[in-house]
């Protein structure tokens, strides 16, 4: 590339090779030139063709196998945030099989952040779910559910299915919106490892309440999804 500025090589690499990912010409599962072919082709050192990869392998669109090179990742996983569903539904609507494997189940006495998310009164048990969750069998999310006491019914329950299904049809409770935020963070070894990521990979923290028709919190949960495998869609409307 040359007249580029030496520190935008890497930059210019990227963009070359995530136009050709999304454009179609490098599908998932292809083979991506090698760190010498990359530094032949457009004229940079192997160590900014190194560095363009290792980038494009941090957000995801390229995967980094030891000793074969690297490959086009699959597309993430596109969750929108215009309607309030399940994990269940969300997997479905993208043909996919949802999972949950429970790591844990019980009751609990509240932290002070959960009860304020719940509105808990004098009464701070809830119940404390903990599920990794599934797309087709491959480890994609570690949920922390917190229910108010009035739920422990779910725990006598199939907790490897739909949360929200069973809280249909145990308590005829139905949910009507939910306020949900999301930060960057990392992974720690325990979450890595349940994960099926490396300690420290980029993850997505996910908080959110989840009330009723009659505005009241069902349900808080601490989610921790995969930075390699989600992407979530929100719309944006201007007012006026
Ligand atoms: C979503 C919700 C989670 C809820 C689950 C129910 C987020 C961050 N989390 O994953 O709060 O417990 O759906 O799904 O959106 P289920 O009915 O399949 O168990």
Known sequence: MPGAPRTALYYRL????????EAGGLQPGDRLPS?????ARYGVSRMTARHALEILANEGLVERRQGSGSFVARPKIHQQGET???FTEDMRQLGLEPGAKVLSAGIREASAHVARALGLGADRRVVRLERLRTASGEPVALEVSHLP???AGV?????TGSLYAILARRFGQSLAYADQYLAASTAGEHEAQLLGVRPGSPVLRIERVTYGPDHVP???VSSMYRG??????VR???NG
């Open 218 to 220: 069902v349900e808080f």
């Open 84 to 86: 309030l569903r399940s």
């Open 35 to 39: 760190e010498r072919e990359l530094s």
């Open 155 to 159: 725990l006598e329950e199939d907790l």
């Open 228 to 233: 390699d495998r989600y992407r979530f869609h």
């Open 149 to 151: 006491a009035r739920f």
């Open 236 to 238: 944006l409307v201007r």
């Open 14 to 21: 990227i963009q070359i090779l995530r136009e050709q990912i």
